[in-house]
């Protein structure tokens, strides 16, 4: 699996943009103040992860992860998020930093499945890459990945963005599945929407 074999590479990656997970788990406690039990959907090398146990130091935050390299890293459970292995009701937070993009096609499959494990009145927090990004910005976004991870990935990843709905219709999907957004912002190549399950 492409994961894997970029782990390493993609842990350094994320410590360059450090304050940028930092700054999420900030924004994010200001919408939920003691949550029992937190998901990181997607965990990767587990960055966000370590932001969120610092947040939250008296909640129970899990990481899971498809790719078994980014597990190693991150201490996550090897769990594929279109069938998470948890029970139902379980979660007050779930987060999807960069990862939902990963499976663009399944979506609302995986709605589904956040709205099963989340509690009534649960947060869904989901940050990742705009598809409908400027072309200038796309230029330079994928170039600068080029340059790290190399082609195969950049190949997979505009592959997958370019199926990836843009913020406004995962906002709709999002309402289609029965959550309200509670705030939404787009940045220059990336956007976070913030829901809260009704
Ligand atoms: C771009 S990385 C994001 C990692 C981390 N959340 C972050 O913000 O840096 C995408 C991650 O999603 C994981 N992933 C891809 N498909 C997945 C799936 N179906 N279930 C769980 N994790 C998945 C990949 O292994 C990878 O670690």
Redesign the pocket.
Known sequence: ?L??KI?EV?KS??EIFSFN?KLLSIVIRAYIKNPKYVL??????????RELKFAFPNSEVI?????KE?CKISSGII????LIPFKDNTFDLV?????L???PM?IEI?LNEVSRILKVNGILVI?DVRSDMPSVISVIFYLTLLRFFGEEYVRN?KRKIDLFPNPKEIKSILERNGFEVLRSSEYLFDFEIFSRKK
């Open positions: 699996m994961w894997d782990a993609y990656w994320c997970y990181d959907a997607g965990c990767g090398t587990g960055i966000l992860l990481g899971i992860d498809i790719s980014m769990s594929d998020f279109r987060v999807f930093s960069y990862s993009h990963e499976a399944e995986i940050r990843l």
